[in-house]
């Protein structure tokens, strides 16, 4: 498989992995931009690699944790207005809102270990393996970041009784 034709098969997907991990869809786009950029040139060796998906998570997260991306995420990330979907009901909308702020709020680790735990579905092992840290010190921001959202969802009225 050529790398134009893996980037138009797979590149909705690594978007949506990406804006999950990274909370915002326009650093979410940038981050997949510059990784495709960084894996183009090595394509014939990370096309060889049994599941190439995985080496190109590896790569989001790994740009993800990079200090530059961290401040040019928060800074981004202040400006964004979310647009509403014209469809929802407002109660929904005002809810969604109030916990993708709560869950921006968390440090990137532990919002990291969030997504991929609740939204990949991934084993406390398989994130170990892709943040490169032992499974206690996934355990541990899990339970920090569960911890945190709870205290956060306490002191806001829209979560309280949802």
Known sequence: MTFEEYVAARLPALLRQATV??????????????????????WARICELDVPDAYLRKMIVNELLSARRRVAAALRRERVQWPAPARDDVDVIVLREAILQVIRALPVRQRLVIALRFYEDMSDADIAALLDCTEGTVRSQASRALAKLREMAATQPVLEDK
């Open 21 to 42: 991990l990274a909370g915002d869809p326009h650093v979410a786009e940038d981050i997949v931009q510059d990784v495709l950029i960084k894996a183009q040139p090595r």
